[in-house]
């Protein structure tokens, strides 16, 4: 059974900073390339980046690049999304992916998907 369990979303200030975990089982986590995607209320859900199987490469979508970073620990098979000088824009709930395909630039390619965990951002 694949599990993807994200965690570390609450409530912030604008400008403020939160890191995001998600620890996966029932794969090899090293041989898929894990993303990070937000639905805002109200909102269709929405592609933040991704990274590769080995963490060498990453992309990020332009309403979150400079401020975003998504990191993992394949020895804790956990992916990490690290959210700096956040907006209140940014409230959403999000949610990590994993993809077999290895294009972990392309959000149509992802196969197994988290609950997601809140994130509010208060002005």
């Known amino acids: 059974q694949v599990q993807l369990v994200e965690s570390g979303g609450r409530l912030v200030q604008t400008g403020d900073s939160l890191r995001l975990s998600c620890v996966v089982s029932?794969?090899?986590?090293?041989?898929?390339?894990m993303g990070w995607f937000r639905r805002a209320p109200g909102a269709e859900r929405e592609f933040v980046g991704g990274i590769s199987w080995n963490g060498d490469s990453s992309y990020y979508t332009e309403p979150v690049r400079g401020r975003f970073t998504i990191s993992r620990d394949n020895a804790k098979n956990t992916a990490y999304l690290q959210m700096t000088n956040l907006h209140p824009s940014d409230t959403a709930i999000y949610s990590c992916a994993a993809s077999s395909c290895g294009t972990y630039y392309a959000p149509d390619e992802y196969d197994y998907w988290g609950q997601g965990t809140h994130v509010t951002v208060s002005s």
């Open positions: 029932g794969i090899t986590f090293s041989r898929y390339a």
